[in-house]
């Protein structure tokens, strides 16, 4: 009943950038905080980022002050910018959405995107 669709990724060399987007789309009532989580092989998942409906973001500290999380909450979309992007950024970024469904008002904390691929080269 909410579909998340990831957008952006690719193979970039080190020091590059790339954007990631995220759209949610489905029986939304309203979006509380939005974000981005990543999965490298072998490592379990980690938060990146994470932007509230109010604005107030987080970040990873790993990301700190190269990455940049906005929201359009008119649109139900979020944006991960990634710059000065290192080789250990490399992972399967996963867009997530605390979602409140419209129909029954039930608030579910767990939805995800079908993740994309970064990959950056040394």
């Known amino acids: 009943q909410v579909q998340l669709v990831e957008s952006g990724g690719g193979l970039v060399q080190a020091g590059g950038s790339l954007g990631l987007s995220c759209a949610a789309s489905g029986n939304i009532f309203s979006i509380n905080a939005m974000g981005w989580y990543r999965q490298a092989p072998g490592k379990e998942r980690e938060l990146v980022a994470t932007?509230?409906?109010?604005?107030?973001?987080i970040y990873a500290d790993s990301v700190e002050g190269r990455f940049t999380i906005s929201r359009d909450n008119d649109k139900n979309t979020v944006s991960l910018q990634m710059n000065s992007l290192k080789p250990e950024d490399t992972a399967v970024y996963y867009c997530y959405a605390d979602i409140v469904i419209l129909t029954t008002m039930q608030r579910l904390y767990n939805n995800w995107g079908q993740g994309t691929q970064v990959t950056v080269s040394s």
């Open positions: 932007v509230r409906s109010g604005g107030g973001s």
